[in-house]
């Protein structure tokens, strides 16, 4: 398995295996309307936006993108980023590549230089977070509009 830097040719598989994450491992937790509005807002041309204000990263096994993930600053902090957009393909979920999907992301940039890194979990992917150290935002393990966890971690360096 690779870990390695988005490029652009890469946004039509990436929302591909977004879009098959949410179908089959998000459903359980989330209505159909809501499965659709995120594959809509994860399309190829968002992702391409998006990596222009973020790093992503993609995992490879071979040529085939599995797995994806990206960080940015929160809200313009300097000592503050936000993990984004992390989708394991679900036949390849638990064989550690979201872990090492996370691993990369905190060490990048980004996280390097931040004091506290954010995470808007899904219920489906709150416990995965948190078994890698991030907890819930301020103690409160409350769903931010029904939908997400905000969790955090606080990084010793």
């Not at 988005?6 to 209505?31: C, G, H, M, W």
């Amino acid at each position: 398995m690779q870990i390695r830097a988005f490029r652009k040719e890469d946004a039509d598989e990436v929302a591909q295996v977004i879009a098959e994450t949410l179908k089959v491992s998000n459903s359980k937790d989330y209505p159909k309307e809501y499965i659709d509005y995120n594959i809509a807002t994860h399309s190829a041309e968002v992702l391409l936006k998006a990596s222009e204000e973020r790093h992503m990263y993609v995992a490879c096994d071979g040529e085939r993108i599995v797995g994806t993930g990206g960080i940015a600053g929160y809200w313009g902090s300097k000592t503050e980023s936000i993990l984004l957009t992390i989708f394991v393909l679900p036949s390849y979920q638990g064989k550690g590549i979201g872990r090492q999907i996370i691993q990369t992301l905190e060490q990048d940039e980004y996280a390097l230089r931040a004091k506290r890194i954010e995470i808007p979990a899904s219920k489906t992917g709150v416990e995965f977070y948190r078994k890698l150290g991030y907890d819930h935002k301020g103690g409160k393990a409350e769903l931010e509009d029904g939908l997400l966890y905000r969790l955090e971690k606080f990084p010793q360096r």
